[in-house]
C-alpha cells in the first residue's frame, strides 16, 4: 500500500528555520512527483511547488517563489520543505501528494504536518 | 495564471441531489483535466473525481463529474445524498507549469 508519512508537528518562533519532510514507501519514489500543498487554518488548499525525485526538477508557485526550498533524496524516498526565517503567517498544515505526472490527480496524501509559528 | 472558482457553501437534503460547480477564469476548461477532492474534517484529501469524470476505485457511482465548454466550468454532482458526504469539496486542474486549486465548497447535508 502506497504510503506518505510526514514528519511530527513543530511549534516555532518567528524568524527560525524549519525543514519538515514526507517519506514514501511501496512505490517507485523516483518516478512520481510529489508536490507540497498549503492549507491554513479555516482555509482552502494552496499548491506551493512540486519535484521531481528522478532528476530534481523543482517547480514553485509565484506565491511561495523564494519563500520555501523544495527538495528531495531519493536514497530515502524523502522529500522536504524548508524555511529559512518563519513568519506567524506561515502557520498551517502542510501536506504532501504524490502524482504520477504532471497532469494525474494528487494520488496519495500525507497525513500532513501542523507548523505553528508563535512568538 | 488561471484561477478556479468554486461557490463558498452549498446545502441539500439527505437523498437529493446536488452539483458544485468549478468556473476556469482564463484558458478552456477543456484544456487540462479538473480532478476533485473530498476533504473531512481533520482527514487529508481523497480523490472522488479524476480527469473530468472518472471515478476512483471505492468511489460510490453517485458521485459523477462533467465539464461544460460552454460555461468553461466543470461540475461535481452528488445524487442520493448521505450524511457521510458532508464535507469541503476541492476542483484542481494544472496549466503551464502551475497546479490550481478552486476555493472550495463546503457541503452541508442537512
Known amino acids: 500500500e502506497v504510503q506518505l508519512v510526514q514528519s511530527g508537528a513543530e511549534v516555532k518562533k518567528p524568524g527560525e528555520s524549519l525543514k519538515i519532510s514526507c517519506k514514501g514507501s511501496a512505490y517507485t519514489f523516483s518516478s512520481n512527483w510529489i508536490a507540497w500543498v498549503r492549507q491554513m487554518p479555516g482555509k482552502g488548499l494552496e499548491w506551493m511547488g512540486i519535484?521531481?525525485?528522478?532528476?530534481?526538477?523543482?517547480r514553485y508557485s509565484p506565491s511561495f517563489q523564494g519563500q520555501v526550498t523544495i527538495s528531495a533524496d531519493r536514497s530515502i524516498s524523502a522529500a522536504y520543505l524548508q524555511w529559512s526565517s518563519l513568519k506567524a503567517s506561515d502557520t498551517a498544515k502542510y501536506y504532501c501528494?504524490?502524482?504520477?505526472?504532471?497532469?494525474?490527480?494528487?494520488?496519495?496524501w500525507g497525513q500532513g504536518t501542523l507548523v505553528t509559528v508563535s512568538s | 495564471n488561471f484561477m478556479l472558482t468554486q461557490p463558498h457553501s452549498v446545502s441539500e437534503s439527505p437523498g437529493k441531489t446536488v452539483t458544485i460547480s468549478c468556473t476556469r477564469s482564463?484558458?478552456?476548461?477543456?484544456?487540462?483535466?479538473v480532478q476533485w477532492y473530498q476533504q473531512r474534517p481533520g482527514s487529508s484529501p481523497t480523490t472522488v473525481i479524476y480527469?473530468?469524470?472518472?471515478?476512483p476505485s471505492g468511489v460510490p457511482d453517485r458521485f459523477s463529474g462533467s465539464i461544460d465548454s460552454s460555461s468553461n466550468s466543470a461540475s461535481l454532482t452528488i445524487s442520493g445524498l448521505k450524511t457521510e458526504d458532508e464535507a469541503d469539496y476541492y476542483c484542481q486542474s494544472y496549466g503551464s507549469s502551475a497546479w490550481v486549486f478552486g476555493g472550495g465548497t463546503k457541503l452541508t447535508v442537512l
Open positions: 480527469e473530468d469524470t472518472q471515478r
Open positions: 501528494a504524490t502524482l504520477t505526472t504532471v497532469t494525474s490527480p494528487f494520488d496519495y
Open positions: 519535484i521531481y525525485p528522478g532528476d530534481s526538477d523543482t
Open positions: 482564463s484558458g478552456s476548461v477543456a484544456s487540462n483535466y
